[in-house]
């Protein structure tokens, strides 16, 4: 490999508002066609735009997380163009004065190893609207309609310098760039709905040369897989283009999911000119150092400090660690549970990962608001600590709460569960177990340590999962041996 890519991504974040970012109107998605709208995001005139307090709360909160100066001073511009899905034929943005630049986001590109993505600039701006398309019995276009529901949800654009290498570079910085978002709370992040849209844009060039390459922009990538293939796809094309003694034209390229490859959309010479002018009808942006504080103030513990944290109070490997803290909800439940505990928290670890994250995983469900409460948990891990239950039992039991919403204490008494502990009754098994398995035992006494295995696995089988394990194990031993 000669050549090396380099990288930057454009991203769309829909801010989960109440309301459009400069009018009253309802953001909720599905509602019916055109019936979330009102003469200010129609565009009508005389209306006038007033800026929403919240949108600007959430993006001065973004900027901050990903390490953004905040500037005091910023201002509202039209971004001139003509489309359907855009009443005003216009879009407020913001151009040469954004909210705020000169962040960095932190991607772990290989187990210890970290590498900052610099961020060039975060802006807040509308979204437009949407066209719906109908097409014909013969897949050819017929109707197309227009539903301006979403036509001035706030968006912000968080635009990263050229720092990225690789596509994978580019899937991580997008997922730990979704991580702080949905910790923060301020979007759903949902590729595939739109509400986290990425645009990317990548040349390649020597390795070792500073100047960068000629850059296309790829569009239309709603997953993070899509988003790796396209990079991958287009990485390797212009690399065989420049081979090949020709140059890479600066273009729009589309991804397509089928072929899993970019296809021209447009050139440079069809790009647009904007005619970025500022908004008269919006007054300029001006943010004191007091809303600043309050909302550094107000912001959560992000991923970063959370994992370091994590290891240093709760001793866990960096496994559990990730996945504990992948999810701000799953952290929550883990500490919750933890301090009712008490116990060895790498257990209690084990498990939240190994058990209860299956049946959430599965039913993609709300850990927090699930029947396994972090307080019937705990009972559960009790009853096995005391010898009550064993560890075979309290898995059944895990799933028949979270299933049920009943009390651990009553489902073990209900079914007959309490451990056997119980040593003539264990003896009794034992030796039902070796008079089965006569061949077994007599392999045990030659040395065969496996035996006992073996030997243990027909007592818990005769008590039904029952039987304390460590008393089986010791009766067993002391009886072979005998
Ligand atoms: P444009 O004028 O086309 O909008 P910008 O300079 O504003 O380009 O950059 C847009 C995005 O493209 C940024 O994320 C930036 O990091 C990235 N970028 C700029 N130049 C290159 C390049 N030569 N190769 C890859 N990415 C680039
Ligand atoms: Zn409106
Ligand atoms: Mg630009």
């Not at 922009?217 to 396209?230: D, P, Q």
Request: include cysteine; charge should be neutral; proline fraction near 4%.
């Amino acid at each position: 490999m000669d050549y090396e890519a380099v990288i930057g991504l454009e991203v769309h974040v829909q801010l989960k508002t109440e309301t459009k970012l400069f009018c009253n109107c309802s953001t909720k998605f599905g509602a019916e066609p055109n019936t979330q709208t009102c003469p200010v995001c129609l565009g009508l005139p005389g209306s006038l735009p007033v800026l929403n307090k919240r949108a600007l709360e959430f993006a001065i909160k973004v900027a901050v997380a990903l390490n953004c100066k905040i500037n005091k001073y910023s201002k509202f511009d039209r971004k001139n163009y003509f489309y359907p899905d855009l009443p005003k034929n216009y879009q407020i943005s913001q151009y040469d004065r954004p909210l705020s630049s000169n962040g960095y986001l932190e991607i772990e590109v290989e187990e210890g190893t970290k590498k900052r993505i610099g961020i060039t600039r975060i802006h807040m701006e509308e979204d437009a609207g949407k066209l719906v398309h109908s097409i014909d019995d013969l897949q050819k276009a017929k109707e197309s309609y227009v539903d301006y529901n979403r036509t001035g949800t706030p968006l912000i654009e968080i635009v990263s310098e050229p720092d990225i290498r690789t596509a994978q570079q580019a899937s991580l910085y997008l997922k730990t760039l979704r991580q702080i978002l949905m910790y923060l709370d301020v979007s759903d992040c949902n590729m595939e709905e739109g509400s986290l849209r990425c645009d990317a844009n990548v040349s390649v060039r020597k390795i070792g040369e500073e100047k960068f390459g000629t850059k296309t922009e790829l569009k239309n990538m709603n997953s993070f897989k899509f988003v790796e293939k396209a990079l991958e796809y287009e990485i390797d094309r212009q690399i065989k283009v420049i081979k090949r003694g020709e140059k890479v034209i600066q273009e729009t390229r589309l991804f397509d999911p089928q072929s899993s490859k970019t296809i021209p959309m447009r050139t440079k010479e069809e790009a647009h000119d904007y005619r970025y002018f500022p908004d008269p009808d919006l007054v300029p942006l001006v943010i004191s150092e007091n809303m600043i504080e309050a909302i550094i103030s107000s912001l959560p513990e992000l991923p970063k400090r959370k994992k370091e944290r994590f290891k240093t109070e709760f001793g866990l490997n960096d496994y559990d660690i990730k996945i504990l803290t992948s999810d701000r909800n799953i952290a929550d439940y883990f500490e919750n549970t933890a301090k009712l505990y008490r116990g060895d928290p790498k257990k209690l670890a084990n498990w939240i990962i190994s058990e209860l994250l299956f049946f959430i995983n599965r039913d993609n469900a709300d850990i927090n608001k699930c029947n396994l409460t972090p307080e019937r948990l705990v009972q559960i891990l009790r009853l096995i600590d005391e010898d009550k239950i064993s560890g075979k039992i309290g898995k059944e039991v895990v799933k028949e709460v979270y299933e049920t919403g009943k009390e651990p204490e009553e489902i073990v008494k209900e079914r007959g569960l309490v451990q056997i502990t119980d040593v003539a009754e264990i003896e009794r098994l034992i030796e039902e177990a070796i008079k089965e398995n006569q061949e077994t035992a007599f392999d045990f006494k030659k040395g065969k340590d496996k035996a006992l295995g073996f030997l243990v696995g027909v007592v818990m089988k005769k008590s039904k999962g029952k039987a304390n394990p460590r008393l089986v194990n010791e009766i067993l031993v002391k009886k072979l041996k005998a």
